[in-house]
C-alpha cells in the first residue's frame, strides 16, 4: 500500500469546500433531512425532473444557463426557463402518443440536447426512461430493449437507419420511433419527427404525481454469466445526486461544471444531467469525441470550474504531454474528480503536478446510483485509493460465509466491498429478474462485486472485480454478451472472453476461440471474426484481439475457464484446477 498522501487544508482552497468537518458531517447527516432540501409537487408526489428544472425555472435561476452544449465549432445554450419549455413540449409529446406510466422509453443519440429533453421530459411524463450508448452496435441495442420492452425509441436519422432499422422487427414492443431529423433529409418509413411534433406541443405540462419510490431510471449493466441486467432507479434517487454534488463534487451555486461521461452510462445521467441541475449550476456538454486539444480548449474557454472525468480520459490526456496541459492556463479550475475504474497513483499525483490540481478518484457503480466513496476537496488524499464513504453511507469488507450470511473483515484485510442498505439511489431491482436482486444482499448488506481492502484511516482501496467482467475504457463489458456474438459467427465453436491490462484503457477485450471442423486458424479468419463482431457489437463492446485455441477450458460442468483463460494469457499461477475437464484431480 502507498504511504504517501497528499495533504490539503481548507485555506489552501480557493472556495470553501461543503464538507470541510468529515467525520462531524457524517455523524449529522441524515438522508430526511437531505430530502427536505429538495421539493415535493406542488399536488403531492415527488418527482426528479421538478427538483432538476421547474423548482429553479419558477425560481430566481429562471435566466441561468443550465445547459451549454458544444459540437464542432458552434455552441447553443438552454437556460433553465428554456429548460422547463422544452421538457414540457416533450412530456405532452408522449401524452399525445397515449404513453404513460406503464411503457418505457429508450433513447439513442450522441450528446445532443435532444437526449436530455427527452429524459427529464419522460420523467415529468412518470414514464421510465433507459438511455443507450450511441456506440453500441445493433446487438446490444435490440437486446436491451427487448429486457426493457421498449415501447418508445427516441434517437436520429443516422443512428435509427445504421443500427435499428436492421434489427426493429426483432423488437415487437416497440411502437414509436420518434427522430431528430437531420436537415433536408427524409424521415426514415415507420418513424415520427421528434421536432415536428415538440414544436406543435404545448409548453405547459403538469408533471405526473410520481412517488419517490417509483421507477424513474433503468441503466443496464453486464452480467458474467448472462444477458444485461437492467437496473432499476426510483425518483427518490435524486437525493443522492443532491448529497454526493454537494460533497463528493463540491458544487456551488456560481460553477461551471463540465462531466465528460457519455448519457449512455450511468455517470452521464447522474452526474451529468440530475446532480449539476439539482444544484442550479451551468453544465457543459461537449458532442464531439475525446481529443486533447479540444479538451484543453473546452476548460480554458468555458471557464470550467469543476470537471468530472475518468481514468482512461486522464491517462490519454498524460500521454498527449504536460506541454499542451500547460499551453493555456485554467484559473477557472477548481477541483478534478474521476470515477469508473481504478485510478492509478501516478495519474493522481499528475494532475497535482502538471495542472496544479490533484485528481479526487471516487468509486460507485450503476446499481448504487451515484457516489459512495470519494475524495473531497478538503481531506488529504492518498493516492491510488478510492478514499472514504460520503455522509449518508456506510462501507464495509466482507465475506458470505458458507451458511448464507456475512462477516464484516478488519482493516486491512482484502475481502468484498458491501454498503449498508438505506440510500435512496440504490438500485430497487433488476427488471424482470428478482433472484439476481436478491443474490445481491445479505440482510442489510449490498454485496458490490469488487473487492477491496480498508486502511487504518478508513480509506478504501480497490482491488479488482469479484467477477469476469471486463472494464475498458470505463465501460463495463459482459463476457457472455460478447462470447454469445462470437459463436454466431460461422467459424466459431467456443468462445471465451477475458480483459486483457492496457495501460490506457485499463483493460482490453480479447478473445479466444476453437473453430469448427473445415475451417483454417489464419489471419483472414482472425479479421473477419472482428469484423463480425465490431458489426454486430460495436467497436467499444468489441473484442479487439483473437487468439486461436485447439479447445477451450472448460469446468467438468461445462462452463468455460475465463479465469485459466486469464492465468495463462498473463503468465499467472492457474490456482485451483480440480474442476477443469479432463484436468486437476
Ligand atoms: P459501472 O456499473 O459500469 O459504473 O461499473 C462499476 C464498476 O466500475 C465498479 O463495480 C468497479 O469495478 C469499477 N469502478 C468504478 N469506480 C472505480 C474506482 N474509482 N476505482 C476502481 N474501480 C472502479
Given at each position: 500500500m502507498r504511504q504517501s498522501m497528499i495533504r490539503k487544508t481548507v485555506d489552501q482552497l480557493r472556495v470553501v469546500p461543503n464538507l470541510t468537518d468529515y467525520e462531524g458531517e457524517r455523524s449529522r447527516f441524515s438522508w430526511a433531512e437531505a430530502r427536505s432540501e429538495l421539493e415535493d409537487l406542488p399536488r403531492g408526489g415527488f418527482n426528479i425532473a421538478h427538483n432538476a428544472v421547474t423548482r429553479h425555472a419558477r425560481g430566481p435561476l429562471r435566466d441561468h444557463v443550465a445547459f451549454r452544449f458544444l459540437s464542432g465549432d458552434s455552441a447553443s445554450t438552454l437556460t433553465y426557463g428554456d429548460l422547463e419549455a422544452a421538457t414540457n413540449r416533450f412530456a405532452n409529446v408522449l401524452a399525445g402518443l397515449g404513453v404513460g406510466r406503464d411503457d418505457v422509453v429508450f433513447v439513442l443519440a450522441g450528446r445532443i440536447p435532444e437526449l436530455y429533453l427527452a429524459v427529464l421530459g419522460s420523467l415529468k411524463n412518470g414514464t421510465l426512461v433507459s438511455p443507450l450508448f450511441a456506440a453500441f452496435g445493433p446487438d446490444p441495442i435490440a437486446t436491451r430493449m427487448n429486457l426493457g420492452s421498449g415501447t418508445v425509441l427516441v434517437t436520429t436519422t443516422e443512428l435509427y437507419e445504421r443500427k435499428v432499422a436492421p434489427i426493429?422487427?426483432?423488437?415487437?414492443?416497440?411502437?414509436h420511433v420518434l427522430i431528430v431529423p437531420e436537415a433536408g433529409e427524409p424521415l426514415p418509413a415507420g418513424t415520427s419527427d421528434l421536432t415536428a411534433l415538440m414544436a406543435a406541443s404545448s409548453d405547459s405540462f403538469d408533471i405526473v404525481a410520481t412517488r419517490p419510490q417509483d421507477p424513474a431510471l433503468l441503466h443496464f449493466t453486464s452480467g458474467t454469466t448472462g444477458m444485461p441486467k437492467g437496473a432499476v432507479h426510483v425518483h427518490e434517487a435524486v437525493v443522492t445526486h443532491w448529497s454526493t454534488g454537494k460533497y463528493a463534487l463540491d458544487l456551488h451555486h456560481d460553477d461551471v461544471y463540465w462531466c465528460t461521461a457519455d448519457p449512455g452510462w450511468v455517470t452521464g445521467i447522474s452526474y451529468g444531467l440530475i446532480a449539476p441541475l439539482v444544484h442550479g449550476v451551468t453544465s457543459v456538454v461537449d458532442e464531439s469525441d475525446f481529443d486533447p486539444e479540444r479538451w484543453y480548449g473546452i476548460l480554458a474557454d468555458q471557464q470550467v470550474s469543476v470537471w468530472y472525468t475518468a481514468p482512461t480520459a486522464i491517462r490519454m490526456l498524460m500521454k498527449a504531454g504536460a506541454e499542451l496541459a500547460t499551453a493555456r492556463p485554467l484559473p477557472d479550475l477548481r477541483l478534478i474528480a474521476s470515477v469508473g475504474e481504478p485510478l492509478n497513483p501516478e495519474a493522481v499525483w499528475w494532475g497535482q503536478e502538471v495542472l496544479g490540481l490533484p485528481i479526487h478518484d471516487n468509486w460507485w457503480q450503476t446499481e448504487t446510483g451515484g457516489i459512495m466513496i470519494g475524495n473531497t476537496p478538503a481531506f488529504d488524499i492518498k493516492p491510488g485509493s478510492m478514499g472514504r464513504p460520503l455522509p449518508g453511507v456506510e462501507a464495509a469488507i466482507a465475506v458470505r460465509t458458507d451458511d448464507g450470511g456475512i462477516r464484516l473483515l478488519g482493516d486491512a484485510t482484502e475481502g468484498e466491498l458491501v454498503l449498508r442498505k438505506g440510500w435512496p439511489s440504490m438500485f430497487r431491482g433488476y427488471l424482470n429478474n428478482p433472484d439476481r436482486y436478491a443474490a445481491c444482499f445479505v440482510g442489510d448488506w449490498y454485496f458490490t462485486g469488487d473487492l477491496a481492502e480498508r486502511d487504518s484511516d478508513g480509506y478504501f482501496w480497490f482491488v479488482g472485480r469479484a467477477d469476469d467482467l471486463i472494464k475498458s475504457a470505463g465501460h463495463l463489458i459482459g463476457p457472455f454478451e460478447v462470447e454469445s456474438v462470437l459463436m454466431s459467427h460461422p467459424a466459431v465453436a467456443e468462445a471465451g472472453v477475458i480483459g486483457k491490462p492496457d495501460e490506457v484503457a485499463g483493460q482490453v477485450v480479447k478473445a479466444f476461440v476453437s473453430l469448427r471442423q473445415g475451417f483454417t486458424a489464419d489471419d483472414a479468419l482472425r479479421m473477419d471474426i472482428l469484423a463480425h463482431a465490431r458489426r454486430k457489437l460495436g467497436a467499444t463492446v468489441a473484442p479487439k484481439e483473437v487468439a486461436f485455441l485447439d479447445t477451450l477450458p472448460r469446468t467438468r460442468s461445462g462452463k468455460i475457464m475465463r479465469r485459466l483463460l486469464r492465468a495463462r494469457e498473463l503468465g499467472l499461477p492457474e490456482g485451483d484446477t480440480s474442476t477443469l475437464e479432463g484436468g486437476g484431480s
Open positions: 426493429r422487427s426483432q423488437v415487437p414492443s416497440l411502437r
